[in-house]
């Protein structure tokens, strides 16, 4: 890759204003802060004052992320969870590697691939600060506090852009996690999902539904900010959620879909959708298949503003419902439509009807997963050890 020329980023604060009160409150250490500057080929340089230099355990350290399903309905920017399938191609994969070519402490992106969606690579930058993983992964090392090595991330995209699924969340989660095993698996659970929270912010805004479930894995609830505290949901293992994701050939900006939001709710309105994110929130405590499918299809204040922005939406929740999907709503900021069915033996059938219906109501083309609830998260799934 072309060297580029030497330019000078002011850095956020080295992490979200919650972990700060969070350390005021005495639950952790407040980190420095940081600055970042562009060097060749674009790495991006960490100055940490950390007393600690952590030395790395691996030579290299491959992670995996899932993809994520926010929002769940009547769960705006607090609800989330993670999905994934059998072959791990509902998710994003990072190498991270030791690269003594750096300057220390830096990142770069080393390649950015998508072997099922090749132009995909070309629209994502090889800029470590306009790359998901690569701000988490900056965010990583600067928690870590590493100062005397360097790091090259190799990002491989299974997730479309705009799709709903958590693409930016995953390559953020797969990041953070492959550079904190890089060096011995040192930070903390909010750590790890505040350093992607980094990512998240500069691309889609101060929201943790994504990141957190894609880092933490099952159903997760963002309880708070300031102070920043996480309740991951645990299940009865006897539930057998499963998702249909059906996502058309259309890409909506979660920008332009947050924008279409109403600045005003009706208190009967708020008061409604709270109840059924309760409900959902019981639902899943309990394992109660039928009330999380019934109220993740009843928000009533997001998803009637969305899914006009999203051809044949409506129709495809219906369609959904008569084939025998306990639930459906839109996925995210959308356009993929998650319907949830308790087993497998139905995904076939509901899925092929969400995507007859994105076509004969959107005249979209739509592609369809089955994937089951992914209670990892971001993991590590491959080493090479130092030499």
């Known amino acids: 890759m072309a060297a580029a020329a030497t330019s000078t980023a002011s850095a956020p604060s080295s992490f979200p204003s919650a972990r ?48 994520t399903v926010a929002n769940l309905g009547p769960g705006f920017d607090f609800l989330g969870c993670a999905v994934a399938d059998a072959s791990l191609s509902l998710g994003d994969t990072v190498t991270a590697t030791l690269d003594p070519t750096l300057p220390p402490a ?37 928690a870590l506090g590493v100062r005397s090595h360097a790091v090259s991330i190799h990002l491989t995209k299974g997730l479309p852009l705009g799709s709903g699924l958590g693409s930016s969340a995953a390559s953020a989660a797969a990041a953070a996690k ?26 889609s805004g101060f929201h943790a539904d994504n990141i957190a479930p894609a880092i933490l894995g099952g159903f997760v609830l963002v309880r708070s900010y300031d102070p920043f505290h996480l309740v991951p949901l645990c299940s009865p293992p006897a539930l ?70 999203i051809p044949g939406m409506a129709a495809v929740k219906a369609a959904a419902l008569q084939a025998g999907a306990l639930g459906c709503t839109i996925s995210g900021a959308g356009p993929t439509a ?27 083309k739509a592609t369809a997963t089955v994937a089951q609830l992914d209670t990892l998260g971001a993991r590590v799934i491959a080493t090479s050890s130092l030499d």
């Open 20 to 67: 700060r009160a969070r350390a005021r409150a005495g639950a952790g250490a407040r980190p420095s802060l940081v600055s970042l500057r562009v060097r060749a080929a674009n790495p991006a340089t960490v100055n940490v004052t950390a007393a600690a230099d952590p030395a790395p355990v691996f030579q290299s350290v491959t992670a995996f992320a899932p993809a």
């Open 240 to 309: 057998r959620l499963h998702f249909v994701l059906v996502t058309p050939d259309f890409e909506a900006p979660t920008s332009k879909m947050r924008a279409a939001l109403p600045k005003q709710v009706d208190v009967h309105q708020h008061v409604r959708n709270s109840s059924q994110a309760a409900a959902l929130v019981a639902a899943v405590l309990q394992g109660d298949a039928g009330l999380i499918g019934s109220a993740m299809s009843s928000d009533g204040i997001v998803e009637p503003t969305r899914a006009p922005l």
């Open 338 to 364: 998650v319907a949830v069915i308790e087993g497998e033996e139905k995904g076939e059938e509901v899925a092929r009807r969400m995507v007859d219906a994105f076509w004969s109501a959107g005249k979209l």
């Open 178 to 203: 492959a550079v904190d095993a890089l060096f011995g698996s040192r930070l903390a659970r909010d750590d790890l999902v505040l350093a992607g929270l980094e990512s998240e912010k500069a691309v």
């Open 106 to 142: 830096t990142v770069s992106i080393a390649s950015v691939t998508s072997p099922s969606r090749p132009h995909l690579a070309d629209r994502l930058s090889k800029d470590p600060l306009r790359n998901c993983a690569g701000i988490a992964a900056i965010a990583a090392l600067r």
